[in-house]
């Protein structure tokens, strides 16, 4: 299923309930309609708060703003399936419950900038599968930053709109994340993953090889990341970095970690710097059109998270064992933040949906780490980041 055709489709209908949704809540037509994708990250897992390179790749589910001005600072916006709520701008976004606290925060860390009132009514559609570690919350935070931006004419670029994201998610949802979700749902290119080094900022397309597809396998199972132990893993690599004299463990190379001496600080760090090599072997990997090798490279994260890192979880384990073994994968391995959601495949073109019978055939979630909701497997093609329709 989700090829572009289906896609595409899908989106005209999605444009189609946004709008008329908006008009219903509203009664007129709204001013700007912005699209958002999810992600999902190839390689470069836990290595974003830790200064380090990433390779995430936008994917086609969006969520969808449609919106007018207020002419004041009052938000009032539904949420399809969800919902609705009304803010002032001028309030503290704490007070703000839910998914509303993401665009309360956006707007109100973009407004301190700002003379102008910024509110606006909106109304919000989305397909992006939640707590399926796709960055559902980043391109809530980057599609309502591009609203603020346009309706307010911001003098703001996507990186920044990116990084007061990460801001929300730090100061305001408690998840010490890093930038990687934020910075692909707003740069990524059609076409093409983005290899993000999350130190300097810089991005750069890569091109998956043409015989090569993506598939994203959700378990079904859910976890928000602020009730796991991922603030205490981003800890841990802190703690790493400093024991070794670093500001961040971008810094530190293998043989630095002999010299530390906690045995789980040493398994930590250890992830963190043989990940950050592996998604640049991955690139090299996909320049010389070596699926094969790229793929061996997805099995050793996958590994590493689970035994250095343990951010995988039975779920996770139990669907990349099945997917490695099915027809045309090259590897699999968890994928964001873990402990729950999805897992990511890199399989031969022409094997993806024998691929995909395979594993909806022979995955079951495990009794210790039962699923809340169907498992999915969709195949997907990188597409663009956020833009105005
Ligand atoms: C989550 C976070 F939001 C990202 O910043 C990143 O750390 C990821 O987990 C793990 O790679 O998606």
Known sequence: MLENRTVSTF??????????????????????????????????????????????????FETLI????????????????????????????????????????MGSFMSRSQSEPLGWSGYISSTIPSGANLSSSAALEVASGTVFKSLGAMDVNLTEIALLGKRVE?????????????LACALSQQ???????????????????????????????RRELKSTSYNDRRKDCEVAASALGFSSLRDASMSDLKSLTDALLKRRAHHVVSESERVLKVVRSFAENDSATAGHLFNQSHTSLKEDFAVSSPALDR?????????????????????????????DRDQTNNFCDFVRDNFECPESQPAVTSTRIYPVEASAGVSIL
Not at 72 to 101: A, Q
Not at 194 to 216: A, F, H, M, R, W
């Open 319 to 347: 669907i990349v064992e099945i997917a490695i073994t099915g027809p045309g994968c090259f590897g699999a391995r968890m994928t964001g933040g873990g402990f729950a959601g999805s897992a990511v495949a890199l399989v």
């Open 11 to 60: 989106r005209s209908e999605q444009v189609n309930r946004t709008t008329e949704g908006f008009q219903r809540e509203f009664g007129s037509f709204p001013e700007i309609l912005v699209r958002c994708p999810a992600r999902v990250n190839l390689i470069g897992e836990h290595t974003d708060y830790n200064d380090g390179l990433v390779l995430p790749m936008a994917i086609p």
């Open 66 to 105: 449609a919106a007018s001005p207020s002419g004041n600072n009052m938000m009032t916006i539904t949420s399809e399936g969800f919902g609705s709520v009304k803010f002032s701008l001028e309030d503290n976004p704490m007070r703000t419950p839910g998914w509303g606290r993401f665009i309360h925060g």
């Open 170 to 182: 730090n100061e305001l949802i408690g998840v010490n994340s890093g930038v990687m979700d934020q």
């Open 191 to 221: 076409g093409n993953a983005l290899l993000l080094d999350c130190l300097s900022l810089d991005t750069s397309p890569v091109l998956i090889p043409e015989g090569t597809g993506v598939v994203i396998m959700d378990t079904g199972t």
